[in-house]
C-alpha cells in the first residue's frame, strides 16, 4: 500500500498525467503505482516523494496497528 493516490490529490494542480511528466513516466505508470499494481523503482520511489513534497516513509510506508 501507498499514499500516491492521497499525496496527488492533495496537490490541486497534479493530475496523474501532471505527476507523470514531473517524475518522467508514463500515465499509465502512475495509475498502476496508484493502484498497487507496479513496485516502482527505488530511483521512482525518490522522484514521487519529492515532487509530491513529502519523504519516501510517508509515502510507502505504512505502519500496522
Known sequence: ??????FRRAHTDYSQL???????VARQTINLIENDKYNPTLDLCIKLAHALG??????FWK???
Open 54 to 59: 513529502t519523504d519516501l516513509n510517508t509515502l
Open 1 to 6: 500500500m501507498n499514499r500516491v493516490r492521497e
Open 18 to 24: 501532471t505527476l507523470a511528466q514531473a517524475v518522467g
Open 63 to 65: 505502519e500496522e496497528d
